[in-house]
T-cell receptor, first 108, second 120 residues
């Protein structure tokens, strides 16, 4: 079965810097990949979707890349703010499989 | 995107009792809703797919007699945890799938705010 790996350790960065989160997957070739944000005690919120034929997708300060050869997606937040602090989850297309998420802490 | 609500947001019950959790799609008619469970610091685990007007499809290892799902209308799905035990304590989240390829957001899920269940 497919496996999704996200760095379980929290990522601590300084406000204004770029945060980069990684999502690796195995045993599957997704047609697209999605990123969600989850705040404590809340349901995930959809952020971005990137298809297998897209190398990069942007939305405001967010950027997602998708390398189907490496089986990896990178999620970037530029000019990070303390309000960006949350757990970020990646998910593979229709399989409804989520990574365990990476917690991002942006320090002022 | 779709707006999804859940009720209650928190529930504490005694072991052996049953608890019903409601998931409503407020602005979208959802023929399919999904139920997830999330333990602390772990990922969302899909429990079942709720289909309007038909039986739910359960994931492997999920007891369908323990987690009863009813999807009686296009806007409401309910999850009933029967004879709850402390190990059932978790965060339960529902979602609806909206959009399609033509909208550019194929198979995007919109999640409810979740229900925290604590079984004493």
């Amino acid at each position: 079965s497919q496996k999704i790996e996200q760095n379980s350790e929290a990522l601590n960065i300084q406000e204004g810097k770029t945060a980069t989160l990684t999502c690796n997957y195995t045993n599957y070739s997704p047609a697209y990949l999605q990123w969600y944000r989850q705040d404590p005690g809340r349901g995930p919120v959809f952020l971005l979707l990137i298809r297998e034929n897209e190398k990069e997708k942007r939305k405001e300060r967010l950027k997602v890349t998708f390398d189907t050869t490496l089986k990896q997606s990178l999620f970037h937040i530029t000019a990070s703010q303390p309000a960006d602090s949350a757990t970020y989850l990646c998910a593979l297309d229709m399989r409804r499989s989520f990574g365990s998420g990476t917690k991002l802490n942006v320090k002022p | 995107g779709a707006v999804v609500s859940q009720h209650p947001s928190r529930v504490i019950c005694k072991s052996g009792t049953s608890v019903k959790i409601e998931c409503r799609s407020l602005d979208f008619q959802a023929t399919t809703m999904f139920w997830y469970r999330q333990f602390p610091k772990q990922s969302l685990m899909l429990m079942a797919t709720s289909n309007e007007g038909s039986k739910a499809t359960y994931e492997q290892g999920v007891e369908k007699d323990k987690f009863l799902i009813n999807h009686a209308s296009l806007t409401l799905s309910t999850l009933t945890v029967t004879s709850a035990h402390p190990e059932d304590s978790s965060f339960y989240i529902c979602s609806v799938m909206a959009g399609g390829d033509t909208a550019g957001v194929a198979d995007t899920q919109y999640f409810g705010p979740g229900t925290r269940l604590t079984v004493l």
